[in-house]
């Protein structure tokens, strides 16, 4: 009896071991795997989650600053990459980052000031329209089509070899 008390106390320590160790999954990787890139080693990361708010709304933001070296990896796997465009953004994603008009509608968001993203003269970005109405997540013609916003958008800048991720959802 003794015996199999330790065998099975053995047994449930390696699976907690085996299940907690499969799920770890750190902020990098997390990113890494939403926006199609591997992110090598970094030099600092700011990282803020604030979901968990009703049905999950919240942001999700960090900002990965890499060395030289490991800038141009991130550099050239977001040039072979079909789902990075070469900045400037798209005048909704421009919109929904800065602020601005359309229609006469003011937009205010400002999503890049509230997340300290600066004006990235040089570089990439990567759109995902997260929002289950969406037809087309690659693209953000229907960005404004609806109530709410379930998007996530990554710039890189180039001149410093920074990467900024934000997630947003309302």
Request: charged share 25%; net charge negative; hydrophobic share 35%.
């Amino acid at each position: 009896m003794k015996k199999l008390k330790i065998i099975l106390s053995i047994a449930a320590l390696l699976l907690t071991i085996i299940i907690s160790g499969c799920s770890i999954e750190t902020n990098q990787d997390y990113i890494a795997k939403q926006i199609n890139i591997e992110i090598p080693d970094v030099l600092n990361i700011e990282y803020m989650d604030d979901h968990g708010g009703f049905h999950g709304d919240g942001e999700k933001f960090a900002k990965i600053i890499f060395d030289n070296k490991n800038g141009l990896n991130i550099l050239s796997q977001i040039e072979k990459s079909n789902r990075w465009n070469k900045l400037p953004l798209t005048k909704n994603l421009n919109l929904i980052m800065y602020g601005g008009v359309k229609d006469n509608v003011e937009y205010s968001y400002n999503l890049a000031e509230k997340s300290e993203i600066p004006e990235i003269k040089s570089g990439y970005w990567y759109f995902n329209d997260r929002h289950s109405e969406s037809m087309h997540p690659e693209k953000d013609a229907e960005l404004f089509d609806r109530h709410s916003f379930n998007f996530t958008i990554a710039m890189y800048d180039v001149d410093n070899n920074t990467l900024y991720y934000l997630e947003f959802d309302t």
